[in-house]
T-cell receptor
Framework: DAGITQSPRYKITETGRQVTLMCHQT?????MFWYRQDLGHGLRLIYY???????DKGEVPDGYVVSRSKTENFPLTLESATRSQTSVYFC?????????????FGSGTRLTVV | GDSVTQMEGPVTLSEEAFLTINCTYT??????LFWYVQYPGEGLQLLLK?????DKGSNKGFEATYRKETTSFHLEKGSVQVSDSAVYFC????????????FGTGTKLQVIP
C-alpha cells in the first residue's frame, strides 16, 4: 500500500543500547523528516533529508544519527540510548516545491528507554 | 524566523457546541497555512489548508480562513462531536530554503457527550 510506514510501533530498550527506528515511504517524496513529540514540547525536528545522501540537522540532533542511501528509506539511529530519549518518534515526508502540500506523517514509534 | 502561536489547551466542549481554536503566525513573505489533527495513538493528519490570503480551507465540517491583515488562521466548526476529540496543530510552510513546516504547540480538544 502507498504511504509512509514506521517500524517498530513500540520499542523498549535499555540505556546505552543502540536502536534504529525505520521509516519507509512509497511516494518517492524528496524530503523526509524525523520529529520527536514530548508533552510540553510539541513537535521537535531531529533531522531532515532533502534527497538521497543529503541530510541535515534539525533542532535536537544530539545523540541521533541518520542516513538516506535510498529515496524511500530514512532510518534514525540512537547510538547510545538515554532515558531522555524516551519519546514518540514521527517520520514525515513531503514533495519538494509544493506549497499546497504539507507533510505526510507515519503512525509513530513509541520508544521507552529503561 | 517563522513562528506559529496557538491558544493554550485543553479545550473542553459539550457535543454540538461551536468550536474556535485561535492561531496566529509570524512569517516573512506569503506562507501556506495548514491545520493538522492528531487522534490518540496516531500520527498527524492534514485537516485543511490555504495557500493565499482570503482562501478558506475546509474539511469534515471544519473551516479556517487565511487572514493576512491579522496574520491569523483560526479553526472553526459549527457543531463538534465526540469523535472530534483530538489534538489540533496549526502550521505554516514558507517559501525558500528547505520544505520546512513550522508547527504550533498543539491544542487538545475534548468533547463530552
Amino acid at each position: 500500500d502507498a504511504g509512509i510506514t514506521q517500524s517498530p510501533r513500540y520499542k523498549i530498550t535499555e540505556t546505552g543500547r543502540q536502536v534504529t527506528l525505520m521509516c519507509h515511504q512509497t511516494w518517492s517524496h524528496s524530503y523526509m523528516f524525523w520529529y520527536r513529540q514530548d508533552l510540553g514540547h510539541g513537535l521537535r525536528l531531529i533531522y531532515y533529508s532533502a534527497a538521497a545522501d543529503i541530510t541535515d540537522k534539525g533542532e535536537v540532533p544530539d545523540g541521533y544519527v541518520v542516513s538516506r542511501s535510498k529515496t524511500e528509506n530514512f532510518p534514525l539511529t540512537l547510538e547510545s540510548a538515554t532515558r531522555s530519549q524516551t519519546s514518540v518518534y514521527f517520520c514525515a515526508s513531503s514533495e519538494a516545491g509544493r506549497r499546497d502540500y504539507g507533510y505526510t506523517f507515519g503512525s509513530g514509534t513509541r520508544l521507552t528507554v529503561v | 524566523g517563522d513562528s506559529v502561536t496557538q491558544m493554550e489547551g485543553p479545550v473542553t466542549l459539550s457535543e454540538e457546541a461551536f468550536l474556535t481554536i485561535n492561531c496566529t503566525y509570524t512569517a516573512t513573505g506569503y506562507p501556506s497555512l495548514f491545520w493538522y489533527v492528531q487522534y490518540p495513538g496516531e500520527g498527524l493528519q492534514l485537516l485543511l489548508k490555504a495557500t493565499k490570503a482570503d482562501d478558506k480551507g475546509s474539511n469534515k465540517g471544519f473551516e479556517a480562513t487565511y487572514r493576512k491583515e491579522t496574520t491569523s488562521f483560526h479553526l472553526e466548526k459549527g457543531s463538534v462531536q465526540v469523535s472530534d476529540s483530538a489534538v489540533y496543530f496549526c502550521a505554516l510552510l514558507n517559501s525558500g530554503g528547505y520544505q520546512k513546516v513550522t508547527f504550533g504547540t498543539g491544542t487538545k480538544l475534548q468533547v463530552i457527550p
